[in-house]
T-cell receptor, first 112, second 111 residues
């Protein structure tokens, strides 16, 4: 079993729909990251959160530390949101940085 | 804006060749990372460095080595490339305990 599990693996939505991507983790973490990767493109960090909720435009990320669960929501989805969304748990290495443990990603396709 | 650049977007090499992948960041970050990304496996950490000349093995260091002679530059070396090292290689950098900034990736094919 992977230490970071995402669901669903693939998601197709119609433009305007509300989208939820889930992430569960089994390790102790200092933070949870959500990343976005467009086809052929690099990876962009969307959120880093250690508690509660963060919002940026139409994107909302929540985390429940007790449940070891995080969700990424996209409101009023648009075709340009089509990408792979990756959840990563920041585990403390004991040094001056965190090791990120990645989920395998959710491929989102938003159709017009 | 933080910029992380990688020396090549696409690279084709032959089995047994020595391969150098370079990564440069312009924001004075202490930490730098090399990952490989394969379908169905996600990103896996090969090596990371938290300071000049310092390096730590990640989850899959076999067949790779790294070099960090200057703070802004982190190189990944494949001493003798093999076909199972065909992959997308991503470099990242970060300050302590902060978000990581990724480069555009190098798609390496080993024939």
């Amino acid at each position: 079993k992977n230490e970071v599990e995402q669901s669903p693996q693939n998601l197709t939505a119609q433009e305007g729909e509300f989208i939820t991507i889930n992430c569960s983790y089994s390790v102790g973490i200092s933070a949870l990251h959500w990343l976005q990767q467009h086809p052929g493109g690099g990876i962009v960090s969307l959120f880093m959160l250690s508690s509660g909720k963060k919002k940026h435009g139409r994107l909302i990320a929540t985390i429940n530390i007790q449940e070891k669960h995080s969700s990424l929501h996209i409101t009023a989805s648009h075709p340009r949101d089509s990408a792979v969304y990756i959840c990563a748990a920041a585990a403390n290495y004991g040094g001056a940085t965190n090791k990120l443990i990645f989920g395998t990603g959710t491929l989102l396709a938003v159709q017009p | 804006d933080v910029k992380v650049t990688q020396s090549s977007r696409y690279l084709v090499k032959r089995t047994g060749e020595k391969v150098f992948l370079e990564c440069v960041q312009d924001m004075d970050h202490e930490n730098m990372f090399w990952y490989r990304q394969d379908p169905g496996l996600g990103l896996r950490l090969i090596y990371f460095s938290y300071d000049v000349k310092m390096k730590e093995k990640g989850d899959i260091p076999e067949g790779y080595s790294v070099s960090r002679e200057k703070k802004e530059r982190f190189s990944l070396i494949l001493e003798s490339a093999s076909t199972n090292q065909t992959s997308m290689y991503l470099c990242a950098s970060s300050l302590e305990y902060n978000e990581q900034f990724f480069g555009p990736g190098t798609r390496l094919t080993v024939l």
